[in-house]
């Protein structure tokens, strides 16, 4: 082939083979955007939008290549300007795609060359087959499950025997919606059960304007200033009172109604007695031109709202829902960004303005007694400061394979929440290492992100869809039945998730707790010094170890977000040993066996071959020692890949890890029943000894009464 008889087919291929994968995506791109114009139009207008976009930067791309001389115009047009277009709107996945479908182009164009040498089309066959194959393996294959995760079993504590909170409780129960009564979405129009006046919201939505607020405006028929009250009720049979649960749905395409998916979670609760209103806020969600920023306030505003109708319908004369609802035993939960939205509602119901903006007045002052989140985000930071619940308890849900909202985000709200009224509280953080973002919503699907950038989500060691939904509805309803039902025999639950055997779908659960009858030693947040801790008179010693320093634990995203706790490290290659020194009043603190209990959390960042050995010494000498293992091991580091391909991982620079540690609560009585004539009043050091090699995280040491 000489340089006259250029190889045009193949250039034509690959120009070909690029523009079919680009407007592929920028089809799907357009069905993805949901306009609620119909299928047709939602197709048309992504083709037309990247087409132009990609006309001009493809051009501008395609002059400076032609001025190179590099490749012919049309290739280099049709290559750039895709990929440029669709990696800038934030699918990077669709430029390896782009490049795949061009080589097979260009293979299709050389076989088809008629002037080309046998074994350049010989070549250019196996060139094609080898970019084929691994990029239909990369879109149709679930993934890689990777190594087994070994699930450690609880020994010498016997099983928890209670209801199952995951089956189908015993109360029957009627479902209605109410809304404006007008609209968009038929269920909350003319037919609804009862009409609600909508709320201004308009000081708390700046960004309910331009294109973006007028398309929202024209799509849904209101705007900013009369957001519409609209919710799906599932009302247990009875005359009440029943506690109150509002559903925060999380950030979905607007047109993709989202709080349908929580009916499973609505139905369970409702047969548990508890009535549960799922809660429409999509109006809030990412519309066809731009995703709100700054809205996590205004969904938390219009749950207090909604707890503002029912107080006013619980106390109306006359009205269906009189006296029907505990007012003073209301729990949020939610999804997402509404998991975020749950909690701030839960810290805005008691203070006076809003922390962003003092112009808008809130006290509330609701009896909102819990919280619980699934997979939240951690947007709102008012002057860059977090909010803080007080006096709320606090169950956070945060699956391990999560595409979406990767890190643990909810580790900080759990870290920031406090119990100050004397009143029992708890808060527990529990990780699921195989469940995701989407599934615990029935109606987003088993992508947390959209496609093409869904494509590539490593799926093979998720749960199933219904297995991880079942998990939600053993934690939620064990928690609500714990804080709003005062049934305390299900908190154990709430710290380790090996005493219910059978009651959720197997996986590895890491729990963080805590509760209001903790008694800190040691949470060595009061300074830098290693050798001081929380308790005043007492001290900490370290002997033999490698490494004794405090440090803030961080999320594993790409920013290293600190957790909001600082833990203490301790790293050994040979016999060490780590203690507190405690003072002679320290023994007034503790609660004689069986109730009372020495609590702590531990984690490592090695795989956890360690089994410290836990010791007690009182004033007089008398030592009692237990393996850790006794009680469960500790929880070794779980790997995750987000993606098919490990180098996607490997893009953002993440850690594959969270830093997790697990609670324990180990009792008196197994200390004194090793140790007869152990005087837990005179106690004077608590020591972990340690063998072998290792790096320990310990933090949150003290003297408790849990449950």
């Not at 084929?132 to 928890?160: F, K, M, N, Y």
């Not at 708890?426 to 496609?451: C, E």
């Amino acid at each position: 082939m000489t340089s006259d008889a250029r190889p045009v087919r193949m250039w034509r291929g690959a120009s070909i083979g690029a523009l079919l994968v680009g407007a592929g995506l920028a089809v799907l791109l357009g069905l993805s955007l949901d306009t609620g114009l119909g299928f047709l139009v939602d197709a048309l207008l992504g083709l037309l939008c990247v087409a132009l976009a990609s006309a001009l930067l493809g051009g501008a791309v395609a002059l400076l290549w032609r001025w190179a001389r590099a490749l012919p115009l049309l290739v280099a047009l049709a290559v750039t300007g895709p990929a440029l277009t669709l990696a800038l709107l934030d699918t990077v996945v669709a430029v390896p795609l782009i490049l795949a479908g061009a080589l097979l182009g260009a293979t299709v164009g050389l076989l088809s060359e008629r002037r080309a040498p046998r074994w350049a089309r010989l070549l250019a066959l196996v060139g094609g087959l080898a970019v084929l194959t691994p990029t239909v393996l990369l879109l149709a294959g679930p993934g890689t499950r990777g190594p087994p995760v070994p699930v450690t079993p609880l020994p010498d504590i016997q099983p928890l025997a209670l209801p199952h909170p995951g089956q189908r409780g015993p109360l029957s129960f009627q479902s209605l919606f109410y809304g404006s009564g007008s609209g968009r979405r038929p269920e909350y129009g003319a037919a609804v059960a009862l009409k609600t006046a909508p709320v201004d919201a308009s000081a708390l939505l700046p960004e309910w304007s331009g294109a973006d607020g007028d398309a929202r405006t024209w799509y849904w028929g209101f705007d900013a200033s009369a957001l519409p009250l609209n919710a799906h009720v599932f009302l247990p049979e009875g005359a009440g009172p029943f506690p109150l649960v509002l559903v925060a749905h999380g950030n979905r395409y607007m047109t993709d109604f989202s709080e349908p998916g929580y009916a499973y979670l609505g139905e369970h609760l409702a047969s548990h007695g508890f009535l549960t209103v799922l809660v429409d806020e999509n109006f809030l969600n990412e519309s066809f031109f731009a995703d709100f920023q700054e809205e996590i306030p205004a969904r938390a505003w219009l749950l207090l709202q909604h707890l503002r109708q029912w107080k006013s319908w619980n106390e109306l004369p006359g009205h269906p829902f009189q006296g029907r609802v505990d007012l003073e035993r209301i729990a949020l939960v939610g999804h997402s960004r509404g998991g975020e939205a749950v909690a701030l509602a839960a810290a805005l119901n008691r203070l006076p303005h809003l922390p962003s903006d003092a112009r808008v007045p809130l006290a509330f002052g609701f009896g909102i007694q819990a919280v619980a989140a699934l997979a939240p985000t951690e947007l709102y930071r008012p002057s860059a400061r977090s909010v803080t619940m007080e006096d709320v308890s606090y169950l956070v849900v945060q699956g391990g394979h999560d595409a979406d909202i990767s890190a643990f985000a909810g580790l900080r709200a759990y870290a920031r929440t406090r119990f100050t009224d004397g009143r029992y509280r708890l808060k527990s953080a529990v990780y699921a290492f195989r469940a995701n973002h989407s599934q615990f919503n029935s109606g987003w699907g088993a992508l947390d992100r959209y496609p093409p950038e869904g494509w590539v989500e490593n799926r093979a060691p998720r749960l199933d869809a219904e297995a991880q939904r079942q998990a939600a509805r053993v934690y939620v309803t064990a928690f609500l039945h714990a804080t709003l039902g005062e049934r305390r025999e299900y908190v154990p639950l709430l710290r380790d998730a090996r005493l219910a055997p059978g009651w959720l779908p197997e996986d590895v659960y890491v729990t963080r707790f805590e509760d209001s009858t903790l008694r800190p030693i040691a949470t060595f947040e009061e300074d830098v010094r290693a050798d001081t801790v929380t308790l005043p008179g007492a001290s900490a010693l370290g002997q033999e170890l490698t490494t004794w320093r405090e440090e803030p634990l961080t999320l594993r995203d790409t920013r290293r977000t600190p957790q909001g706790t600082t833990a203490v490290v301790l790293g050994w290659n040979h016999p060490a040993s780590y203690e507190l020194l405690l003072p002679p009043s320290a023994g007034a603190l503790l609660t004689p066996a069986p109730s009372g209990r020495l609590c702590l959390s531990l984690g490592t960042r090695t795989p956890a071959s360690v089994d410290p050995i836990v010791e007690l010494v009182d004033a007089l000498g008398h030592t009692a020692a237990l393996p850790l293992s006794r009680f469960g091991a500790l929880p070794s580091p779980l790997p995750t890949r987000l993606s098919k391909a490990e180098w996607l991982d490997d893009f953002g620079a993440a850690p594959r890890a969270e830093q997790l540690l697990q609670s324990y609560a180990l009792p008196w009585s197994a200390f004194t029943a090793r140790t007869p004539e152990l005087e837990l009043s005179r106690l004077s050091r608590i020591r972990l000894r340690l063998d072998g090699d290792g790096t320990l995280l310990l933090d949150d040491v003290g003297f408790c009464t849990s449950p």
